[in-house]
């Protein structure tokens, strides 16, 4: 046989073996992914918690007699119970809410006033717009029925979102104790991912791109997403206390503003205008406005404390995030999304600076 044809053949086996390698590599990455992918927003948010929160524990732990384990689980219990107070005041005010409407309804005390005469004067949709208030106003019950099929499917999708934002406070402490299991192995944490990182980075690049990921989940978990749970725990707590109708959902809705970067005042002062407007003047409503305006004002003093350490991500990169992590994973991606695509942006940024020294020294050859 010539020598040439051995050479083809030998080649020819290589390439197969190779790609029979990577065959076999490409069905096991892709099972392996399969099996995992259920568990994927459960086990982002646990690492996430653990690098946010290694801070305290190593300051406990030095406390504790350097006992890891011991650290961990008083920082899970206390952050538990922290979580589930505030939870349990707005799921108490949000119940009351909705049986005072309930029975506001079944005993006939709800009313509309009338409509004014000028509404019907209104272009395009002013006769029709009076008539229904008219019919509103006069018959309550005829209008419910004949709203009944849509406020159904409304109330299914209300109930789904509050089922979803459920499970998703049960996958937030299912997290928060697999996060307290990382930090209580922190140091062989932080030496794994430093090798991956030097694995798939290099030897010299790798301990740098391993603290830049640490300090970016840092910068945006105390920072947007600490900051916006700091004031809905504020805001929905003086809501609570003082009787707002629905203050479970203006919490919620203050939290999400505050993830997306938005002014919690968007709710607060809404809220405030409706106060003073049914009630009036006096001790208890001064002191919940007074109350309620600096809760909503607090970002402006928490984000200089907690946004300015690490790095600094610009506000569209959080906005996005946060957006597009809601829409691909409800609840649990609000929180996860602007944390990875942070990330994303610091790496990619990292990856255009960290130019080769060949390009750079020809582009100042042609200068």
Known sequence: MPAGTTEQTKLARGLLDVLIRAGLIAALVMYSYKVFQPFMGLMLWS??????????HCMLKSRLGNRDGRAATLIVVVAIGILLIPVYLLGNSLTASVQTVM????DGGLHIPPPADSIAQWPIIGAKLHAFWLEAATNLMSVAQKLAPYMKDISLTLLGQIAGAGVGLLVFIGALII?????????NGERSAIKIASRIS????GKAIAHLCTATIRAVAQGVVG??????FLIGLGF????IEGAGLLAMAVLILGIMQLPATLITLPVIAYVLGTEGVSAASISFVIYTFVAGMADNV???LLLGRG?????PVILIGALGGMVTGGIIGLFIGPVILAVAYQLFWQWVEDQPESAETSSEDQA
């Open 47 to 56: 690492v996430i918690l653990a690098i946010t929160l290694y801070p305290l």
């Open 103 to 106: 029975q506001l309804v079944k």
């Open 179 to 187: 996060g307290g299991i990382i930090m209580a192995f922190g140091e």
């Open 202 to 205: 290099g030897q010299e690049k």
């Open 227 to 232: 900051i916006a749970f700091i004031q809905m």
């Open 240 to 243: 609570a206390v003082y009787g």
């Open 302 to 304: 928490l984000k200089p």
């Open 311 to 315: 790095v600094e991500v610009p506000m």
